[in-house]
């Protein structure tokens, strides 16, 4: 319990990083914005470089000037998102200065011709753009008139046949489709921006951006400057935010670079020219292997030459090198706004980082159909998949040293307010994330770029309790860091299968099954499943310091054949391989499946993934800690120490509780310690019969550690009383930033407690509101008591007889009373803080639902019994 024990002495290192917009402010504005930071606990910015009018210019020098000595004298550390534009990559405007350096696409234009023709000639010059550099010309066969398919085979070479702008030809009988490929920089996406798949490129964002802050500030790299953020880079091969951009989509640019050129020209030889063609439409069997080979060239560049490069510069450097990527709706193994492997471009970073921003993870909807501000999709993948790309990269990949990180909050807007911040901590600490960059601190009046902003210039009515949410998600980040995580399954990463076949199983369809019983997993990519980064031992796959008692594939028509020779091996190790639905066809190159392949795994469907994966575990009767009863709502997360275990259990449901058990493989452990990260508060219980309750309301987590040194004889306490506050309250309110409440109002016992934004009441207004009762108490000795708030928003203050006894956020909620009630008449304040929607009324707010403002349900006090007492209810039920 070392790590508890430090948590309970207030001693924790940082694991939030916010972003703080700025935008040329005054050095006096930025020192109170950093007190009110540090007020939350926060110990690390990231400077947004998007919004300032003079990035890498005096105005920005100036401001850094006064942030970084501020900041040490803090004891703070700084990052600095490293571009003047979003997305990253467009180096200060570098490329506009050498424009022979920004991004290259591939394209292509087409007609159809005909044969026998003898001597025909087509026009072509007008093909290719002002700037496009012809790469070759070919009459490739068309197969049919009632697709867009070519053929494979039969192809001429015209290229040679190209002259002032003519393209001269002898056909034999048939149609085809005259291509002209060729290369240009324009007409994609972002124009005057980085090439990923170029290192000279890259080389132009380090010039223009991290060398100049490294020749300004030496002193300060690796102690007050921690390091680089890249904000989604992408690929950039077309405009926009297509989701779904992958190879086999007509009338689209490609990513390309004189790089990923020779090392086509080395994997296909001759064949390069030919080849291309497939990469738009489908071209006989050759198809999968061609657009595999191409993927797996081009996104192995984006791992060398850009986040390679810019890690390998910050660790020269003494700092890191961290950001994220566009996941959304499944594109990170696609192109476009992405980067085509999640875990390749990660590789260079030194934590894994994703973010959820624009209302993409809501509570409750977790199936495909999800409209959020950029699209209808994925819901599913949002609740199932996202986190766990971070979380996973992290456990597997050492420079990570297991940091997982999630920019979280943005642009929800107004409405969101601190209990659904705490319900997406929550969710994200649940699945392994612990690292945050929350979106964001704006020093601006009234800014309306992607709300909520966390102190608002001090308009934010939440401000105070969003603080003891920073301790709150910083303490159970900490709890939940540096160990060994510990899965129930690897999933096979599933982009080398999409890339061939494009209809592959997502990794998260089967990781939902095992999240929806209490089993956890990581997603593994092919690449480390190589004999130099993966072994058996014992029956279970190893990679780093992760074991896995058995590895999934999630269904694909095709698998990778180094993946397939490496679980032919492994599974006569005794590792246990399961398939999704059927075997594999082949491997992504077309070519047949090692022998023996077909004896190494065993086929179950989707819907019996989970049930399989659980007795596998019973067979082997390693899991340490067994939820029973437990719904599908329920998600749990394992972490082993050298000194015992740390788990966190969430209710992610919206209505139903969850009452469950879990059992206790290992029966040296004689304590469960109960710790409430928001309090920080722990308690240790006997696990009676080698189990402990679980008993979690809508939207409530719970963690525990459980060390084999700690010996208790205290059973779990047990509710044994209710009393619903049915009286009189005495309603008030103070419009903020003032404090003096007015406008009082008598809410009668046995009325329905209204929603105070409602139609009738103040659906305007901003503040505080302040509910005010007398009660009788019964207190006893040995017993405790606790306040149930069941339903309110935003967050609540609780004070009883003059003790402020802080604040509450995501309801059911509950505050320990017990110190501060007394035997007789009681006196109850709860004030109430609203979010600025109601006056601002942002566009981003649209999107989201706005649960009722106030306290809508009565109050309860709880009493539990503690002790033996408690043993004789627990009995007794």
């Known amino acids: 319990m070392e790590r508890l024990d430090a948590l309970l002495r207030g001693e924790a290192p940082s694991h939030i990083l916010p972003f703080l917009w700025m935008k040329g402010e005054d050095n006096e504005t930025i020192r109170e914005e950093l007190v009110k930071i540090e007020e939350c606990g926060i110990r690390e910015i990231c400077l947004e470089s998007r919004p300032h009018p003079d990035f890498c210019g005096p105005g920005w020098w100036e401001n850094l000037d006064f942030i970084l000595p501020e900041a040490r004298k803090r004891g703070m550390r700084v990052w600095i998102l490293d571009d003047d534009k979003f997305p990253t990559g467009h180096a200060n405007g570098g490329f506009i200065r050498n424009p022979e350096k920004k991004k290259v696409y591939l394209a292509e234009r087409h007609m159809d011709i005909c044969g026998p023709c003898r001597s025909g000639a087509v026009l072509v010059e007008n093909f290719l753009q002002p700037d496009g550099k012809l790469l070759g010309i070919l009459a490739v066969p068309k197969p049919d008139g009632q697709t867009l398919a070519v053929s494979g085979d039969g192809i001429m070479d015209l290229t040679d046949r190209y002259e002032n702008g003519f393209v001269y030809f002898d056909l034999p009988p048939g149609p085809y489709r005259l291509f002209v490929l060729y290369t240009t920089q324009t007409g994609g996406g972002r124009e005057d921006y980085m090439n990923l798949l170029d290192s000279d490129s890259v080389r132009v964002l380090i010039d223009e951006v991290h060398e100049k802050h490294y020749a300004r500030y030496p002193e300060y790299f690796g102690n007050t400057i921690a390091g680089f953020f890249s904000d989604e880079p992408e ?209 601006q009046e009234n800014d309306r770029d992607c709300p909520p902003h966390f102190y608002a210039r001090g308009r934010n009515p939440g401000f105070a309790c969003f603080a003891a949410l920073m301790k709150y998600m910083n303490r159970s980040a900490h709890l939940l860091s540096e160990g060994i995580h510990m899965a129930d399954a690897a999933i096979l990463y599933h982009a080398e299968s999409e890339w061939s076949a494009g209809n592959a199983m997502f990794f998260h369809k089967p990781g939902r099954m095992l999240m929806e019983r209490q089993l956890d997993y990581d997603v593994v990519p092919a690449d480390m499943l190589r004999e130099n980064t993966a072994s058996i031992e014992e029956g279970q796959l190893v990679l780093g310091k992760e074991k896995y008692p058995c590895l999934i594939l999630p269904f694909s028509r095709y698998l990778d054949g180094e993946t397939a020779r490496f679980l032919v091996s492994a599974a006569r190790k005794g590792l246990k391989v399961f398939v999704i639905d059927a075997l594999p066809e082949a ?28 007795k596998w575990e019973e067979k082997l009767g390693n899991r340490e800690l067994t939820v029973k009863d437990g719904e599908r709502t329920l998600r749990s997360f394992l972490l082993r120490r050298p000194d015992g275990l740390t788990a966190m259990y969430f209710n992610e449901s919206v209505s139903r509780p ?200 009565i109050p309860v006090v709880e009493c539990y019994e503690t002790g033996q007492e408690a043993d004789k209810e627990e009995r007794n039920k």
């Open 587 to 614: 491997d992504t190159l077309g070519r047949p499946l090692p022998p023996g392949w077909d004896q190494s795994a065993q086929t179950v469907s989707l819907s019996e993934i989970g049930e399989a994966v659980e």
């Open 235 to 443: 690929l950039g091969n077309v405009n926009g935010y297509p989701f779904d951009n992958t190879l086999g989509q007509k009338d689209r640019k490609l990513p390309w670079s004189g790089q990923l050129e020779a090392a086509l020209r080395e994997k296909w030889g001759d064949d390069f020219l030919a080849d291309l063609p497939a990469l738009w439409y489908e071209s006989g069997e050759k198809t999968p292997g061609i657009r595999v080979t191409y993927m797996d060239e081009m996104t192995g560049l984006v791992r060398t030459c850009f986040s390679g490069q810019l890690g390998s510069w910050c660790e020269a450097h003494g700092v890191e090198y961290i950001g994220h990527i566009i996941e959304d709706d499944n594109a990170h193994t696609r192109m476009a706004c992405s980067i085509g492997h999640y875990f390749r471009e990660m590789e260079g970073q030194h934590m894994a980082g994703i973010d959820v921003v624009h209302h993409q993870i809501v509570p409750g909807f977790t199936e495909p159909v999800h409209q959020w501000i950029a699209g209808d999709r994925d819901g599913e993948f949002f609740h199932f998949g996202l986190a766990k790309l971070g979380s996973s990269a992290a456990h597997i990949q050492a420079n990570k040293k297991g940091r997982a990180l999630c920019e979280i909050f943005g642009n929800y807007g107004w409405a969101e307010g601190n209990s659904l911040m705490k319900w997406l901590t929550n969710h994200m600490l649940v699945r392994g994330i612990n690292t945050f960059t929350p979106h964001a601190f704006s020093m």
């Open 658 to 857: 969850v009452k469950a058990r879990v059992s206790i493989r290992d029966k040296a452990y004689g304590s469960v310690t109960v710790y409430a990260p928001w309090s920080n508060r722990a308690e240790s219980y006997y696990p009676k019969g080698q189990e402990f309750p679980l008993s979690l309301d809508p939207g409530e987590a719970v963690f525990v550690v459980l060390d084999k040194n700690i010996q208790s004889t205290q059973p779990f306490p047990v509710c044994t009383g209710t009393q619903p506050l049915c009286v009189d309250w005495k309603l008030s309110r103070a419009q903020w930033p003032e404090t003096e409440f007015t406008g009082e109002r008598l809410l009668r016992a046995g009325e329905e407690l209204p929603n105070l934004s409602g139609p009738g009441y103040w659906p305007s207004f901003t503040g505080v509101y302040r509910y005010e009762c007398l009660f009788q108490g019964e207190k006893e000795d040995r017993k405790c008591y606790k306040l149930l708030i069941p339903e309110a928003s935003d967050c609540v203050r609780v004070k009883l007889n003059d003790t402020d006894l802080g604040f509450l956020a995501g309801f059911p909620a509950r505050a320990d009373i017990t110190a501060a009630l007394k035997d007789g008449e009681n006196r109850l304040e709860l004030q109430v803080f609203t979010t600025l929607v109601w006056s601002r009324k942002d566009g981003a707010s649209t999107h989201l639902q706005i649960p009722a403002t106030g306290i809508t349900e």
